[in-house]
């Protein structure tokens, strides 16, 4: 083989191997961007995840406030249910009382008239 040849042959090679690595090197720095890419993207979601961890606690706060609230509303309420029925039993009672009052009125003032027939 000639000279003039293998310097070609050599030259080929070397121009081979250059765009080879640069190749390589832009493989590797696309890969690199893609895993910065990839980096920046989970920041975002592990973030968007805390925010919406904090949320969820938060509701989870009220959530329990109200079933407390609820709690004292029910034991208000069952407490005015049995206030009422006592009022209602007292209401009974009175009415009875001012029955038999009305009652004992008229029988007082049936003998106090028969007493004044018998004065006559």
């Known amino acids: 083989m000639s000279t003039l ?14 765009l080879l690595a640069v190749a390589i090197r832009r493989r590797a720095q696309a ?14 979601h592990r973030q968007e995840a805390d925010a919406k961890a904090a949320r969820a606690r938060d509701f989870s706060r009220e959530a329990r406030m109200e079933q407390e ?12 249910t049995r206030a ?14 001012v029955q ?3 009652r004992a009125a008229a ?7 028969e007493r004044e027939r018998r004065l006559e």
């Open 84 to 97: 009422a029925r006592e009022a209602d039993e007292r209401s009974q009672a009175a009415g009875e009382a």
């Open 69 to 80: 609230r609820a709690r004292q509303h029910e034991q208000a309420a069952e407490e005015h």
């Open 107 to 113: 029988r007082h003032d049936e003998a106090a008239a």
């Open 5 to 18: 040849a293998v310097v070609l042959v050599v030259i080929a090679a070397v121009v081979i191997l250059a």
């Open 31 to 44: 890969r690199q961007a893609e895993r910065e890419r990839l980096r920046g993207e989970a920041r975002g």
């Open 100 to 102: 038999r009052a009305g």
